[in-house]
């Protein structure tokens, strides 16, 4: 890494204004998983977590998504759908641009 000019930079313990989104994630799974829960067993930890996970990840409301669950976010958004042709073109964009 030094010879590409790459420096490391580590984060003090106890600061969150360097790393916002991970510390709140972290605060979050503390506060409300980690802390309220005595695990028996190692697959214990990893069931409770997991539901947690996805109760994170795809029921819960999220400020940054405007108050809306991951899902009904995803719902709002237009994704478009490629058809073979639209596949055929990409694949050759990509070709060509790869042969450049």
Known sequence: M???DIKILYIKPGAPWEQPFIES??????DECLNREIFGSLLEARIVIEAWRMEYNQRRPHSSLGYLTPAEFAAQQSFKTCNQEDTKTIAGRWSRSAAN
């Open 25 to 30: 994630f972290h605060d979050k799974l503390r």
């Open 2 to 4: 030094a010879n590409n």
